[in-house]
């Protein structure tokens, strides 16, 4: 029985990373645009975490944190 390695999980910051993760999006999402609640995202523009399983990516996290404003 193989072991499977500890999963970890890390910033895209290498233009391979970049490069992984446009190809899943256009394999699995169909493109890099995405619409949530009426808004529309370029999925380049958002930051994301990669999951990574030894060498391999098994998986990513693409996120927004939208900026706060302050009232009165």
Do not use: F, N
């Not at 500890?6 to 290498?14: G, K, L, S, Y």
């Not at 391979?16 to 009426?38: A, F, P, S, V, Y």
């Not at 990516?57 to 939208?66: D, E, F, K």
């Amino acid at each position: 029985m193989q072991t499977k390695e500890e999963i970890r999980v890390q910033p895209c910051i290498t233009a391979e990373d970049h490069e992984w993760l446009k190809q899943l999006w256009q394999e699995e999402w169909g493109g890099t645009t995405m619409i949530t609640c009426g808004t529309v995202h370029s999925l380049t523009d958002l930051e994301a975490l990669i999951a990574w399983e030894g060498t391999e990516r098994v998986g990513t996290l693409t996120y927004r944190i939208p900026s706060i404003t302050k009232l009165g």
